[in-house]
């Protein structure tokens, strides 16, 4: 998903999962640096770290439901690259680590939907990461179910998480998005109702089928 320009010989350091035995409740540092030799000189090279945030609602009243596949995509980052979600900071649960050279902050806001914007704006201030490295992971009911969409920006849709995330980032909007289709409600059902209901086991399957892709 993510790339950086790699050049032979460079050596990465960036803070190893093992660190963090339990969750932690304190600020902790995310930045990776490369040694470059230069004709015997070492020249200092820093990697841009990304925010990925995943959308959704804590506690298992939410698990599974179709408006929280932006935290199953969180997981799946973290299960994959091996990425530790333990630490408590600014309202949301968050893992460190790289993908290939990329240093990554994993996020999972913890203050509900409408709040999300609550974590992201310090997050990103804090670890002064640019918005063309925030990644917005969501659910989207304009595409059909198990779709995948990159958008390197655009507006929030009438989506309140992200709605609250623009607010929290100055009104800008010039952030990528990894949309996750959930499609429409059908008939005349409530589109809250739709939401927060779980996946059927063929709509449960296309999804499962688009994390596994991403």
Same mark, same amino acid.
């Given at each position: 998903m993510l790339y950086a320009i790699s050049t032979p010989r460079t050596c990465i350091s960036c803070p190893r999962s093992s660190r963090f035995h339990r969750r932690n409740l304190v600020s902790v540092r995310l930045c990776v640096r490369a040694s470059l030799p230069d004709n015997g000189n070492g020249v200092k090279v820093e990697y841009t770290p990304w925010l990925i945030v995943g959308l959704?609602?804590?506690?298992?009243?939410?698990?599974?439901?179709?408006?929280?596949?932006?935290?199953?995509?969180?997981?799946?980052?973290?299960?994959?690259?091996?990425?530790?979600?333990?630490t408590i900071q600014s309202k949301a649960l968050i893992g460190i680590g790289c993908i290939g050279e990329v240093p990554i902050l994993l996020a999972k806001p913890q203050a509900y939907m409408n709040f999300s914007g609550e974590s992201v704006g310090p997050l990103?201030?804090?670890?002064?990461?640019?918005? &063309?490295?925030?990644?917005?992971?969501?659910?989207?009911?304009?595409?059909?179910?198990?779709?995948?969409?990159?958008?390197?920006?655009g507006g929030h849709g009438h989506?309140?998480?992200?709605?609250?995330?623009?607010?929290?980032?100055?009104?800008?909007?010039?952030?990528?998005?990894?949309?996750?289709?959930?499609?429409?409600?059908?008939?005349?059902?409530?589109?809250?109702?739709?939401?927060?209901?779980?996946?059927?086991?063929?709509? &449960?399957?296309?999804?499962?089928?688009c994390l596994i892709l991403a």
């Open positions: 959704g609602n804590p506690g298992t009243k939410y698990h599974g439901t179709r408006h929280n596949v932006g935290f199953e995509m969180i997981d799946r980052i973290a299960q994959a690259e091996g990425v530790l979600m333990n990103a201030a804090h670890y002064k990461i640019p918005l &063309r490295h925030i990644l917005l992971i969501y659910d989207e009911m304009n595409l059909p179910n198990g779709i995948l969409r990159v958008q390197p920006k989506h309140n998480g992200v709605k609250s995330v623009m607010d929290h980032l100055d009104g800008c909007r010039d952030f990528p998005r990894l949309c996750i289709g959930i499609g429409n409600p059908p008939g005349t059902m409530d589109m809250k109702a739709f939401l927060l209901q779980r996946f059927s086991p063929t709509e &449960r399957e296309q999804v499962c089928h």
